[in-house]
């Protein structure tokens, strides 16, 4: 059993940065894949990144690659999202979880069994 927190959104003008933390505890931390997710209003959640269990592979959806990068700290069971040259389409409700044994892209939410409740990103003017 997981318990995933995530913590670091907020409002931030087009062009800033935000970084996100997500706070793992549990069993096993270190074994699962943690990935980042997000629903604007009105669309369906989709993945942004993952990071591998001994962080050794990362992928990205193409609309955050060169702007987010996704880490990893065993020591303090925590995962980083860097998120630079915010766009308004970047707006949402950011989830980060983890998964157990996730195939290929990394990016598939039915991949993940356990998830935070959500932090919000709202990048305006």
């Known amino acids: 059993q997981l318990q995933l927190v995530e913590s670091g959104g907020g409002l931030v003008q087009p062009g800033g940065s935000l970084r996100l933390s997500c706070a793992v505890s549990?069993?096993?931390?270190?074994?699962?894949?943690i990935g980042w997710f997000r629903q604007a209003p009105g669309k369906e959640r989709e993945g942004v990144s993952c990071?591998?269990?001994?962080?050794?592979?990362?992928n990205y959806a193409n609309s955050v690659k060169g702007r987010f990068t996704i880490s990893r700290d065993h020591a303090d069971m925590s995962v980083y999202l860097q998120m630079n040259s915010l766009k308004s389409e970047d707006t949402g409700v950011y989830f980060c979880?983890?998964?157990?044994?996730?195939?290929?892209?990394?990016?598939?939410?039915?991949?993940?069994?356990?998830w935070g409740q959500g932090t919000q990103v709202t990048v305006s003017s």
């Open positions: 979880a983890a998964g157990w044994n996730v195939a290929t892209t990394g990016l598939n939410a039915t991949e993940y069994g356990y």
């Open positions: 549990g069993t096993m931390v270190e074994v699962y894949t």
């Open positions: 990071i591998s269990n001994v962080g050794d592979y990362t």
